[in-house]
């Protein structure tokens, strides 16, 4: 869970997730310095216990942040001589999700992809991670995540 007693034994102050990856080992996790994080830069914070389909079949505590959200499309129908006005609701079209295990979700405007997290550290405005299966340090441009200026730019890097 989230709120699990972090220890002395975290590697710097801007550690969010150390200890990970390790079969049979928990990973320490300091969400709310994530929060605070995502707070600071006007990023959308939410977070709640779901069940991700793609991480595991039972609910987990997850913290998603949004950097950017999808338009909102509205749609009119008549009916006789009513009309009806639908709306979708504000989704988020680029965000990091990250559930108590130490597993994460990574929608950039190009890709999604789940990881396995080893480490998370913030770095200014980005997150820098180590995901089993992933050559090198990864790269969470939070400033590029949060534009769709440049949506063929390749957002995850080392």
Known sequence: MFD????????????????GGRSGSNPQIDVRLLEG????????????????????DEPREQCQIAFAFGE?????????DREYTFTTDRTPATYFELDECGDARLATWASERTLTLRELRIDGRDLVFDAVFEPGPGRVHGQWLSTTVDQTRYWLTG
């Open 72 to 80: 909102i499309v509205e749609e009119t129908l008549s009916y006789g």
């Open 37 to 56: 994080w995502a707070r600071k830069w006007g990023y959308d914070v939410d977070r709640r216990r779901r069940v991700d389909s793609d991480r595991a």
């Open 4 to 19: 699990q007693h972090l220890g002395d034994d975290r590697p710097s102050e801007y550690h969010v997730l150390w200890d």
